[in-house]
C-alpha cells in the first residue's frame, strides 16, 4: 500500500524567507509525486509533478520540489515566500502510470507573516 | 477551459433529506474521482471511474451513497438518507490517464442538520 507522510502540519516563515513543505512517501515501484494547495473555501490546485527525469521539479508561482529517491522524500520549497503563499499544502503519491490511486498526505498549514 | 464544474457550492438540508451533488469534468478527461474532506479525516477517495464506468467504489462509506457517471459530461454523488456526519466538502477531480495529474473542482461545501 502507498502512502504519503507530511511530518509538520504547520510551518510559519516570515515573508522573504525561505519555505521548504516537508514530504516523504512509501510505494511499491517508480512513483508519481504531486503537490496541491488549498486556500481558504478553495478546491485543490496542481502546483507541479514528479514522474521522471531531472530531480528538481519547477511549478507554478516560484515553487520548486525536489525528489530524493534515496531518502523517499519530494519536499517543496520556494526561496522567498509571499504573504499570499498562506495556505494548506498537500503532497501525494500515485504507484505510477498504472496506478489511479492518488494518496494523500494530511496537509501543511503554511502561514508566512509580514 | 472553465475547469471541473461542481453544483452546488453549497447545500444545508435536514437529516433524512436526499442530497445530490453533480459534476462536469473538463472536456476530454476519461479519469473522474469524487472525494470528501473533513478536518478529522483529511481527504478521502470515495469512488473513481475510468471511461464511465465505475472501478474503485471501496471507499464509498456505505449504501446511503451512490454515484453515477451516465455519459463523459456529468457525474452525480447521491446521499440518501443524508445524516449529519456526512457534512463535509464533496470534490470532484478528473484527468485524462491513470497516474497523472488530476484537476479539483471547488467543491461542495454540504451541511446536514
Known amino acids: 500500500a502507498q502512502s504519503v507522510a507530511q511530518p509538520e502540519d504547520q510551518v510559519n516563515v516570515a515573508e522573504g524567507n525561505p519555505l521548504t513543505v516537508k514530504c516523504t512517501y512509501s510505494?511499491?515501484?517508480?512513483?508519481?509525486l504531486f503537490w496541491y494547495v488549498q486556500y481558504p473555501n478553495r478546491g485543490l490546485q496542481f502546483l507541479l509533478k514528479y514522474i521522471t527525469g531531472d530531480n528538481l521539479v519547477k511549478g507554478s508561482y516560484g515553487f520548486e520540489a525536489e525528489f530524493n529517491k534515496s531518502q523517499t522524500s519530494f519536499h517543496l520549497k520556494k526561496p522567498s515566500a509571499l504573504v499570499s503563499d498562506s495556505a494548506l499544502y498537500f503532497c501525494a503519491v500515485s504507484g505510477g502510470s498504472n496506478d489511479y490511486k492518488l494518496s494523500f498526505g494530511a496537509g501543511t498549514t503554511v502561514t508566512v507573516r509580514a | 477551459d472553465a475547469g471541473v464544474i461542481q453544483s452546488p457550492r453549497h447545500e444545508v438540508t435536514e437529516m433524512g433529506q436526499e442530497v445530490t451533488l453533480r459534476c462536469k469534468p473538463i472536456?476530454?478527461?476519461?479519469?473522474l474521482f469524487w472525494y470528501r474532506q473533513t478536518m478529522m479525516r483529511g481527504l478521502e477517495l470515495l469512488i473513481y471511474f475510468n471511461n464511465n464506468v465505475p472501478i474503485d467504489d471501496s471507499g464509498m462509506p456505505e449504501d446511503r451513497f451512490s454515484a453515477k457517471m451516465p455519459n463523459a459530461s456529468f457525474s452525480t454523488l447521491k446521499i440518501q438518507p443524508s445524516e449529519p456526519r456526512d457534512s463535509a466538502v464533496y470534490f470532484c477531480a478528473t484527468g485524462q490517464f491513470s497516474g497523472n495529474t488530476i484537476y479539483f473542482g471547488e467543491g461542495s461545501w454540504l451541511t446536514v442538520v
Open positions: 472536456s476530454g478527461h476519461n479519469s
Open positions: 510505494v511499491s515501484g517508480n512513483p508519481y
